[in-house]
C-alpha cells in the first residue's frame, strides 16, 4: 500500500481525549502485534503530550513491550534538552521518565554544536538503526511515524517555504521557519514515507481549515507532500475534522 495526506484514512473521534486515547490503543495493538524491533517517529505538540502520558498509565505501559521499542523524534527545536520548548523534555516529562524504556532505546535529536552537522549525526543514528545508509522499498525504516499538523499546514518541522521542503536524499535535515521561532531538525519527507503508518494526530476548530486545505490537495502546505510506503491514518476530533467526514 501507498498513501498520502489526501487520500489518506480519515477517523473521527469525539474530542482531544478520544484521539489521544485511539493513538494509545492503535501504537499499542501494533506494538504487540510486531515480531521484533517496533521503531515509532514521536511527535511535538499538545495531542501527542496527551497521548504519551496515557501510554505511561498503567493500564497501557503494562502492556507496551518497551524492551523491543526504538523511540526516535520527527523534529526537534535546536534547543538543550530541558528547555520548555524542547519535543525531547515534553517526551521525558510525559512519558520516559514514567515507563521502563531502556535508555539505549531512546533516540533524541542532537542539539549541540552546528545544527546540519547534528543533522548529519542524526541521520547516521538512522542509518545504523536501519543497518543500510539507502532506503529500500518494501523495508520500512519505521513502524510508526507520529505526526501533528500545524496551523500553517507545517507538519514534523516540514514549514512553509524552507529548503528541507525540497530534499530527496537526506533522511534528517535543518529548517529555519520565517512564521516560527528557533531553528529546527527534522525528518524529511523520503524518511517519513518509509514506514508501515503514518499517524496525524490534530484536536481542535483552530485546524479545521488547514484539514481541509491538506485533504483537498492545497500544494502550498507542506503537509500535503506526506506520503507512506504503508498506511495514512488521520486521527482526528470533530471539532478539527469540520465537514471532512469518516473514511
Ligand atoms: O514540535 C512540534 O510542535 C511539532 O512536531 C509540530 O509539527 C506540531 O505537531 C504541530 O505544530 C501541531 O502542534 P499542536 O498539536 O500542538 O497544535
Request: hydrophobic share 40%; aromatic share 8%.
Amino acid at each position: 500500500m501507498s498513501q498520502d495526506a489526501c487520500n489518506g484514512r480519515v477517523e473521527i473521534l469525539a474530542d482531544a481525549e478520544a484521539v489521544a486515547v485511539a493513538a494509545a490503543d492503535f501504537l499499542t495493538a501494533q506494538a504487540v502485534a510486531k515480531q521484533g524491533p517496533f521503531v515509532i517517529a514521536l511527535s511535538g505538540g499538545s495531542t501527542p503530550k496527551r497521548l504519551y502520558e496515557i501510554l505511561a498509565s498503567s493500564a497501557y505501559a503494562s502492556r507496551f513491550p518497551w524492551d523491543r521499542v526504538q523511540l526516535f523524534f520527527g523534529d526537534e527545536r535546536f534547543v538543550p534538552p530541558g528547555d520548555e520548548s524542547s519535543n525531547y523534555h515534553m517526551t521525558n516529562l510525559a512519558l520516559l521518565s514514567k515507563v521502563p524504556v531502556p535508555s539505549a532505546n531512546v533516540h533524541r535529536m542532537p542539539t549541540d554544536g552546528d545544527p546540519a552537522d547534528a543533522a548529519a549525526r542524526y541521520q547516521r543514528e538512522l542509518h545504523t538503526q536501519y543497518g543500510a545508509v539507502t532506503l529500500e522499498s518494501g523495508r520500512p525504516l519505521f513502524d510508526v511515524v507520529l505526526l501533528g499538523l500545524g496551523e500553517n499546514g507545517h507538519t514534523a518541522s516540514l514549514f512553509p517555504r524552507t529548503d528541507i521542503l525540497q530534499e530527496t536524499q537526506a533522511w534528517v535535515g535543518t529548517c529555519v521557519p520565517d512564521d516560527a521561532p528557533h531553528t529546527r531538525l527534522s525528518l524529511t519527507y523520503p524518511a517519513i514515507a518509509s514506514s508501515r503508518f503514518v499517524v496525524f494526530l490534530v484536536a481542535g476548530a483552530g485546524k479545521a481549515d488547514v484539514v481541509k486545505a491538506v485533504r483537498g490537495g492545497d500544494t502550498d502546505l507542506p503537509s500535503t507532500h506526506i506520503t507512506t510506503d504503508g498506511e495514512l491514518i488521520w486521527m482526528l476530533d470533530k471539532a478539527a475534522a469540520g465537514t471532512v467526514s469518516n473514511g
